[in-house]
């Protein structure tokens, strides 16, 4: 019995994290353009962390394109600036974009 709670806890604080930072991503109306699992409008999470996966400076690469914008990466549409969205959370954004392999 007191396995299956250890094993319900851990996998209860794993999970808050991740599940923080997709609401930080909804907040921030990034969900409108992108899911984890598959394309809508711009790539998926998934596809954004394994094109990134093992480049040392991704994390900063995509905290400054959350907040800038950018084109020509991913197709023709470009995605905009998101001004409402500070360093910081663009840091935590593109560091759960990258777990999300």
């Known amino acids: 019995m007191k396995r299956s709670i250890f094993a ?16 930080l991503a909804k907040s921030k ?12 409008v711009g790539p998926s999470y998934q596809d954004v962390a394994k094109k990134y996966s093992g480049q040392q400076d991704a994390t900063a690469k995509l905290a400054t394109k959350i907040m800038k914008g950018g084109s ?6 470009p995605m905009p600036a998101n001004t409402q969205v500070n360093e910081a959370e663009a840091r935590k954004l593109a560091e759960w974009v990258l777990s999300l392999k």
Do not use: R, S
């Open 29 to 40: 109306n990034c969900l409108a353009c992108h899911t984890v699992d598959k394309k809508l």
């Open 72 to 77: 020509g990466v991913w197709g023709a549409v």
């Open 8 to 23: 319900l806890m851990a996998a209860i604080a794993v999970t808050l994290p991740a599940l923080a930072d997709q609401a």
